[in-house]
């Protein structure tokens, strides 16, 4: 090895540097076949630098990325939960006019069945026992027979000539012009009462 580093530097420097002290084989350590040229060393010293400076920007890129994902959490989360209040205030206002429209119906079967004061007989109606299926109410006929049987004061009932009366005070027509029907009074039995 030393042969080489004789070459390389010249006989004469090479024999001051062995009156310096130096062995032929302190030149073996220095060069035992990885020797490397400063170019070639500052080629992989450079692409290290590079290396560990795209190590650098990753870490920073993943410090970013964490901090994205976790705003992205916080705003899913945030979505997640508008999106179930959006549902539930959906399925809210569905409730409200499906009430709406059961409120509706059963005031009109109300009337229909001779109710005086439909608003009065609404507030004893759970609507939650009376469903609604193809614009029929089920469970209504219970609850007007309960109200009848209750308020039988508040409902006017037909006679067998067809007469309009209440069960309260025999009033034709009941106690409001809500009920009165002119076409379902029998005029010739009045005109005759009246001769």
Same mark, same amino acid.
């Given at each position: 090895m030393s042969e080489k580093i004789k070459n390389k530097i010249g006989e004469e420097l090479y024999n001051q540097v062995l009156a310096k002290g130096l062995k032929p084989e302190d030149f073996d350590l220095v060069n035992d076949g990885s020797w490397i040229s400063k170019p070639s060393f500052n080629e992989v010293n450079n692409k290290l630098k590079a290396t560990e400076d795209k190590i650098t920007t990753y870490e920073s890129q993943i410090k970013d990325y964490d901090k994205l994902v976790s705003t992205n959490k916080e705003l899913k989360g945030n979505y997640d939960s508008l999106k179930e209040q959006h549902t539930n205030d959906l399925a809210a206002k569905d409730?409200? !006019?499906? &009430?709406?429209?059961?409120? *509706?119906? !059963?005031?009109?079967? /109300?009337?229909?069945?001779?109710?005086?004061?439909?608003? /009065? +007989?609404?507030?004893? !109606?759970?609507?939650?026992?009376?469903?609604?299926? &193809?614009? &029929?109410?089920?469970? *209504?006929?219970? #609850?007007?027979?309960? +109200?009848?049987? &209750?308020?039988?004061?508040? *409902? #006017?009932t037909k006679t067998a000539n067809n007469n309009i009366t209440s069960q309260s005070n025999n009033n034709p027509g009941g106690n409001d012009n809500q009920n009165y029907d002119p076409n379902n009074i029998d005029w010739e039995a009045k005109l005759k009462d009246i001769k």
């Open positions: 409730q409200e !006019i499906l &009430n709406v429209s059961k409120r *509706f119906m !059963i005031e009109r079967k /109300l009337g229909e069945a001779g109710a005086k004061h439909t608003s /009065l +007989l609404m507030k004893d !109606i759970d609507l939650e026992t009376i469903t609604v299926e &193809n614009d &029929n109410l089920l469970g *209504f006929d219970s #609850v007007i027979e309960g +109200l009848k049987t &209750n308020y039988s004061d508040l *409902f #006017v």
